[in-house]
């Protein structure tokens, strides 16, 4: 791939850059509460953003996207720029790094990946982290840490897409290390890396190909539910609220936003169980919350559809041990926890089930748990 992409720019460009990748993300645990200030458990995946870059001594930015066959010009001073959204999030990225001090000038770049997109496995965040850590390097001397070049990613995405997220995908992608899952304290930006080690289990994504599009979603109205509650509560984030809390502010909220805080708070044990349960490798809890947190999503946080709601009953009675929607939600993939001797009979079952109930085929993902952005 990366062969195609140096051809591909040498033929577009001219002559040679260099090569950097960043990888998309999966996330065992902790959905939505990254921006309630509380706990995820991301891991990169061995599915990546590639791009090649070559500063070219002018003002401008020329990109070319080579997957998709499309070409982007803007100016570095420009406050608009690119309309699409693809774009926009190196745009954005290049904007935001400026503004943290790192004086980019203007580059050529070619790129590709293999995350699928719509996937809910955070391509976008992988683009921004790819560009971040790329220009940080040969425009600002390597100045930004890992953090801050996540925190530039996460505002690309907050000034110039659109979509409030959390600093989850961006964080997993800029920090992720081979077989580790990392669990990170949102709000103190703390984290600490946790070996996934199993020979018996597997963990296998089932893109249900309905396309998960967070720019414009209602993505941004549960963060808002969040962030009402919690202001009436009179505190920072949901990361402080209790049960006793939420049941003394139900009769003042409404029906939606008591659900909404309701997930998040059950969502918060969840995910110390899970990290329990990790260090000593017991996949049976792991794989009960999982399907917990899947409960949650789609009956209380709302997020989920009947596709995907279809793939974890599915799995559910093909006796696999967890599943549940993954990432931002509205599509996009289940993560399966799955022992290895139902495996290929659980996928070709949920194969046949799906294409028969939907009309359309699901896609299985065999990931890795990969390292984070680097220079190639
Ligand atoms: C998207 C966002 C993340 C996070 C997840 C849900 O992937 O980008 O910040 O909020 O959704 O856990």
Redesign the pocket.
Known sequence: MTDTLQSQFASHFGGEGTLYAAPGRI?LIG?????NGGFVLPAAIDKRIYAIVRPNHTLRVNMLAADLQKQCSFNIDDPNGPTETDFRYVFGTVRELIAAGVPVEGFDAAYCGDIPLGAGL?SS?ALECCFANALNDMFGNATLDRMALARVGQAAEHHYVGVK?????QFASMFGKANMFMRLDCRSGEYSYHPWRTDDYRLVLINSCVKHE?VGSPYNDRRASCERVAALAGIESLRDCTWDMLHSLKDRISPEDFRRARYVIGEADRVMTVCQALEHDDFATIGKQMYLTHDGLRDDYEVSCPEIDFLVDEARTSGVTGSRIM??GFGGCTINLVHKDILERFVACVQESYLKRFGVACQPINVAIGDGARKL
């Open positions: 996330n959905e939505h509460t990254d921006y955070s965040a997220c959390g600093i989850m995908d967070l990432g931002g």
